[in-house]
């Protein structure tokens, strides 16, 4: 069974920095792209920033020059480094993959990390 597991989400005053972490587990032949989306309160889920199996990278415009996303291949990771936050970027933020297994191509989702920017 697929699961991708988030971690680091939490409070942090504006200005300051958080490190999100998604492990994808599970029996996989390899992971495609990665994300990260966010949903703040009362607001859609939007897309935060997207990388490809090959590294290359998108940002929303909200975010760029702030945030970067990389991922470890090796452990099946995709982290996302947030610098300079500030009260808007408060959300839930969810990891996205696409995964494959012996099977099937999926597109999974984990189950979300509060981040709340507030003084």
């Known amino acids: 069974q697929v699961q991708l597991v988030e971690s680091g989400g939490g409070w942090v005053q504006p200005g300051g920095s958080l490190r999100l972490s998604c492990a994808v587990t599970?029996?996989?032949?390899?992971?495609?792209?990665m994300g990260w989306y966010r949903q703040p309160p009362g607001k859609q889920r939007e897309l935060v920033a997207f990388i490809s199996s090959g590294s290359s990278t998108n940002y929303a415009d909200s975010v760029k020059g702030r945030f970067t996303i990389s991922r470890d291949n090796a452990k099946n990771t995709v982290y996302l480094q947030m610098n300079s936050l500030k009260t808007e970027d408060t959300a839930v933020y969810y990891c996205?993959?696409?995964?494959?297994?012996?099977?099937?191509?999926?597109?999974?989702w984990g189950q979300g990390t509060q981040v709340t920017v507030s003084s």
């Open positions: 599970g029996s996989i032949s390899g992971v495609n792209f």
């Open positions: 996205n993959a696409g995964v494959r297994t012996d099977w099937n191509l999926g597109d999974y």
